[in-house]
């Protein structure tokens, strides 16, 4: 697997577990030989992050429930990864709650189908978008996010055809969980700056 394309992966070190394990949320657990502490990898955008782990962390993943341990913050920080692979989309959804719930999306109905059909067609116009993460917060039951969602105009979109252009589109999320599942969010993002950038209408800066 490429390391710097694979969704968020659990390396844990602490005790033997089954080679190539996978588990509920799309994280998996290596064979390691055991060693003093357990050993968190996300990888992604060719940037690796390793934080330590909690030996309970290992017992969990030992009874096939390493999900049950991660944090709010950390399976959307996993979503943001898989977002961005091509490869790995459809675990991003899994993110959802079967009834999840979004406030912000035009024409996007109540359940995880439309929430899917609404991305399908995002990464259809856009096939390299991913979302940078500029402020990632976690309190209670949500997640806050303020990112730029980044990508290249590559079909017709809202009446524009295909620009090639890359575009960054800053906006606002609330993702609220229950069962370290988000069944409710909400969201912002600057629209007009989108279609400024792909050239629906002229800004003009001048003042006076």
Known sequence: MDSNRA???????????????????????????????ALRYFRGSGVTRQLALKPSICRAAGAGSIISVMSNRDIVEGALVCFADPQRRERYFDVYSEKVILHGYSGVEPGLDSVRRYYTGVWSV???????????????????????????????????????????????????????????????????????????????????
């Open 7 to 37: 969704c968020p992966e659990i390396d844990c070190r602490k005790r033997q577990l089954p080679q190539s394990a996978w588990i509920p949320g799309n994280f998996r657990v290596g064979d390691h030989r055991p060693r003093s502490r």
């Open 126 to 208: 856009f096939p390299d978008a991913r979302v940078i993460a500029e402020d990632l917060i976690e309190t209670d039951d949500k997640v806050i996010l303020r990112f730029t969602m980044v990508g290249t105009h590559t079909q017709s979109f809202l009446g524009i055809e295909a620009t090639g252009r890359s575009v960054g589109v800053p906006g606002m999320t609330i993702l609220r969980f229950e069962d370290q599942k988000c069944v409710e969010r909400w969201s912002v993002t600057d629209s007009l700056s989108l279609l400024a950038q792909l050239g629906g209408f002229s800004v003009d800066h001048r003042r006076g």
